[in-house]
């Protein structure tokens, strides 16, 4: 009933107002543009204004079709809100306000690319005051990451027409993405006969946009390290974004102006039995050029821009020719180095192998090696250097300077450069048998023990075994050395043996005995050599001895003048004649003086005349 009696006021207030002919003047505010993204919501806003005050309004919201017309799409008033069916908005829309206030919005969900249209906010009055305002919705959809792809295939610089470099492509973007091109972070524009950037825009079956872009370029030879890549632009609400591709190179083709030829490896001298790298380069790069290396010594060439020869040796020295040759013009670009291969020929010793020297005369042995470098000589003897230089010469020669010695030839400039050569001494002259550990021993009945006899001498000493009653002894080993003969006979103690080691040569003869005592004891004696040392411990015993003694008898004088000993005091007069007949008399001489001291037991010097009628009582 109420709602009825407010639309009966309503209607009358509506004649009352067109009778008095009174129209409401009604303004609406709205925004040139709302903005959002594909699937997200748009919130259109429409706020008015009416001279009459903000009361009770008559709301319609509409869109504009691409062909021009106006398509309502909701309608409110006082009592009534319709959302008009069969449009594209239908499901998707709703308006928050009631007309009864200055600010209304129509709410659009989930914006498609289709709603990128005009919408109109129609506010009438009571009265019949009517005005609108009107906004277009832009939608956004952020495209796909670009990609670049350059050529596949080398450019020549010598190509008159302009050559593809790559492409550059950007999809699914809305509205229309742009692609620049960059060349060393240098944007590229369409250049007459330079430059060539050709679009392509696509339209996807989405609605949205996908953008290719190719450049041509008139390319050169300092494009061979350029760098090129693609901004893409794209919009998005409030403004717009950019990204870049990843950086590309191209492959320039250009002939070679001057070629170069070097050795890689090894770096310094190279000696024989090295590797040597050689590479061979032109600053072109054309497939159509050929790069040999020819050995102008051999006549030899090899079609690589590489050459490694192995093992080298000096017929490898030389000069060795760089050559590029382009097939298309058949031109030809030579460069050329020389290689020198060191050497060191093998050591020459004088005499060869062996030398004969004589007792107490000059060796002389020289050593000699062909070299393309300065050389270093030294001698050695068992490891250890005996001189230097290329001559070896050592007088007066003994039997120990009978051996083998070496010379090593070096060259000081060429690490691991070295030769060796050997020559065998020999020392002539009569045998010398070395001296034993030990000839005489005592050994348990039953025992064997093998005796060693070695005779140096040259010619090589013949040895023989005998005992002394003339029994030959069998040799148990012999073997030759440097400077001599090493011979070892093994004995059975079965009684007491002597044994004789015979030397001899040409040039004399050399003997050594071994005597053997046999005992029951299993304590034996120690070799003869033993027995020595043992006596000399004792001798070294007694002299110790002595030499206490004689410090013993220098403290006891020198307490007797301090006065620390009795001897010298009135008690000791009493019993001085006593004494004096019992005294032994010890004499002392010391280093430092020829004066004779005579001690007696009581430590009392002697006066010298006392000293010799004591002495003579001590006598008799």
Request: proline share 3%.
């Amino acid at each position: 009933m109420a709602v009825r009696d407010a639309g009966s006021l309503l209607v009358g207030l509506l004649v009352l107002f067109h009778t008095w002919g009174a129209w409401a003047d009604v303004k609406v505010t709205m925004e040139d543009r709302v903005e959002a993204f594909r699937g997200d919501t748009a919130l259109i806003g429409c706020m008015f204004t009416s001279s009459e005050g903000i009361g009770a309004m008559i709301m319609q919201w509409f869109y504009v079709t691409r062909g021009g017309e106006k398509q309502r799409i909701y309608y409110q008033d006082i009592t009534t809100k319709i959302v008009d069916r069969g449009t594209p908005f239908t499901d998707r829309i709703s308006v928050n306000g009631t007309g009864a206030t200055a600010d209304v919005a129509l709410t659009i969900s989930n914006v498609q690319l289709e709603d990128e249209l005009e919408f109109i906010c129609l506010i009438k009055s009571v009265t019949g005051g009517a005005g609108e305002g009107r906004t277009k919705l832009k939608v956004f959809e952020t495209p796909n990451l670009p990609s670049i792809e350059s050529v596949q295939t080398g450019i020549s610089a010598n190509e008159e027409s302009l050559s593809k470099i790559g492409t550059c492509e950007v999809k699914n973007g809305f509205p229309k993405p742009n692609i620049t091109w960059y060349r060393n972070r240098m944007p590229l524009h369409t250049v007459q006969d330079v430059v060539k950037i050709v679009p392509s825009i696509t339209t996807e079956s989405s609605g949205l946009f996908s953008v290719r872009s190719e450049l041509r370029m008139k390319v050169m030879k300092e494009d061979k390290d350029d760098q090129f890549y693609c901004e893409v632009t794209y919009f998005v609400p409030g403004g717009t974004r950019m990204t870049e591709t990843n950086r590309i190179n191209i492959t320039v083709y250009y002939p070679s102006t001057a070629v170069s030829i070097w050795v890689e490896s090894p770096k310094g001298k190279i000696k024989e039995g090295d590797s040597i790298e050689l590479h061979c380069h032109g600053n072109g790069n054309i497939p159509s050029s050929i790069i040999s290396i020819k050995h102008t010594e051999s006549d030899q060439t090899w079609e690589s821009n590489v050459l490694v020869l192995n093992n080298v040796t000096r017929l490898n020295s030389g000069v060795y020719e760089c050559t590029s040759t382009d097939t298309d013009t058949f031109e030809d670009i030579s460069r050329n180095t020389s290689v020198f291969v060191n050497y060191l020929d093998p050591a020459v010793v004088m005499p060869k192998d062996a030398i004969v020297v004589a007792q107490g005369e000059e060796l002389q042995a020289t050593c000699n090696a062909l070299s393309s470098l300065q050389l270093d000589t030294a001698w050695f003897k068992d490891g250890q250097e005996v001189s230097k230089g290329h001559s070896l010469i050592v007088q007066d020669v003994t039997f120990d300077t009978a051996g083998t010695y070496e010379c090593v030839v070096t060259v000081p400039e060429i690490e691991g450069m070295e030769t060796r050569g050997t020559v065998l001494v020999h020392v002539q002259g009569p045998p010398e048998i070395m001296e034993q550990d030990y000839t005489e021993m005592d050994l348990v009945f039953e025992k064997t023990v093998e005796l060693s006899c070695h005779a140096r001498g040259f010619p090589a000493p013949s040895i023989t075994w005998i005992t002394s009653d003339g029994k030959v002894l069998q040799t148990a080993s012999e073997e030759e050395t440097e400077d001599g003969v090493q011979s070892v006979v093994s004995i059975k103690v079965t009684s007491d043996i002597t044994a004789l080691c015979n030397a001899s040569n040409e040039y004399g003869s050399d003997a050594v005995t071994f005597n053997i005592k046999a005992i029951k004891d299993e304590t034996a004696k120690q070799p003869e050599k033993m027995k020595k040392e043992g006596s000399g411990v004792i001798i070294a015993v007694i002299i110790i001895c002595i030499l206490l003694l004689a410090i013993l008898g220098s403290v006891l004088y020198f307490l007797y003048k301090k006065g620390k000993i009795c001897g010298r005091s009135g008690k000791q007069d009493l019993t001085k004649e006593k004494s004096n007949k019992d005294n032994i008399v010890v004499e002392m001489k010391s280093d430092n003086t020829e004066e004779a001291v005579l001690l007696g037991v009581n430590g009392e010097k002697q006066p010298p005349n006392d000293q010799s009628s004591e002495y003579l009582d001590v006598q008799k």
